[in-house]
């Protein structure tokens, strides 16, 4: 079993209760914007941090993520991207690869807007963790962990961050 904390749209905003939360995790995934590599590090101190860039990232962290992150979590498929839509509403960048080779697990971010759900026509499960930082219009901070075991995703829970 694998504990996962899940990131996104931190804008080089640092909280410290991203740590509290994310401790005890293995890893920490990133869903893009980012902001600095300073974040990146801050995190990497917590867990394993696995991360993609996002369309407002420098070269910073440009240098060391990738736009997609394909990999495999106990024996889950997981895909991570930055701009990726929602089910029925898929990003045009990613739309055939989803349809071709589907994750188990698609990660995304961007929209800033929390979003959890069982992509039925796909058979995956789909996570937009929100956003973590302070750009944008949202009222609401948040975060996600979840836990995986073989396939199964479990315990998910989502931490409100009210600014």
């Known amino acids: 079993m694998k504990r996962i904390g899940i990131i996104s749209d931190t804008h080089s905003y640092w909280d410290d209760r991203y740590a509290t939360f994310f401790n005890g995790c293995d890893e920490i995934w990133h869903a893009g914007d980012i902001g600095s590599y300073e974040i990146m590090e801050r995190l990497s101190r917590i867990a394993t941090l696995r991360a993609v860039y996002g369309n407002c990232d420098g070269q910073d962290v440009r240098r060391v993520t990738t736009e997609i992150y394909r990999f495999k979590v106990e024996e889950a498929n997981i895909m991570l991207k930055h701009i990726g839509g929602s089910p029925n509403h898929y990003h045009h960048s990613v739309r055939e690869q989803l349809l071709i080779e589907t994750p188990d697990l698609f990660v995304c971010g961007h929209s800033h807007i929390l979003k959890v759900m069982h992509d039925k026509m796909l058979n995956m499960l789909f996570i937009n963790p929100g956003?973590?930082?302070?750009?944008?219009?949202?009222?609401?901070?948040?975060?996600?962990?979840?836990?995986?075991?073989?396939?199964?995703?479990?315990?998910?829970?989502?931490y409100e961050i009210k600014s």
């Open 131 to 158: 956003a973590a930082g302070i750009q944008g219009w949202q009222n609401v901070r948040t975060l996600v962990r979840l836990e995986i075991e073989g396939k199964s995703f479990k315990n998910l829970e989502v």
